[in-house]
């Protein structure tokens, strides 16, 4: 499956921002899915992640009440909705896809970039 992330830009802090996954080449319903990012100068760093059907998510304790992780399988994507942005959420923001039995994100999108400003 290939990903494609969308939706970064820069926004003040308590802003928000709604990012997009958008998955082709393979069957999408069969993946997890997560968010990851890195900020500069930092390791990547785990999001957040929702399971095949959208049943189950986990988030990271930094973003825990303001970042919701979704998915649409029948528009084959997925998406972080951010909110009460704070400029530590500054960074590039990653989708991964993990399929079904194998274990680690094998796919990886390109990156979308977030920058929040104080």
């Not at 960074?91 to 990886?108: D, T």
């Amino acid at each position: 499956v290939q990903l494609q992330a969308s939706g970064g830009g820069s926004v003040q802090a308590g802003g928000s921002l709604r990012l997009s996954c958008a998955a082709s080449g393979g069957s999408f319903r069969s993946y997890t899915v997560a968010w990851f990012r890195q900020a500069p100068g930092k390791e990547r760093e785990f999001v957040s992640s929702i399971n095949q059907i959208g049943e189950r998510a986990d988030c990271a304790d930094s973003v825990k009440d303001r970042f919701t992780i979704s998915r649409d399988n029948t528009k084959n994507a997925a998406y972080l909705q951010m909110l009460s942005l704070k400029p530590e959420d500054t960074a590039v923001y990653y989708c991964a896809a993990q399929r079904i039995g194998i274990n680690g994100y094998g796919h990886w999108g390109q990156g979308t970039k977030v920058t929040v400003s104080s």
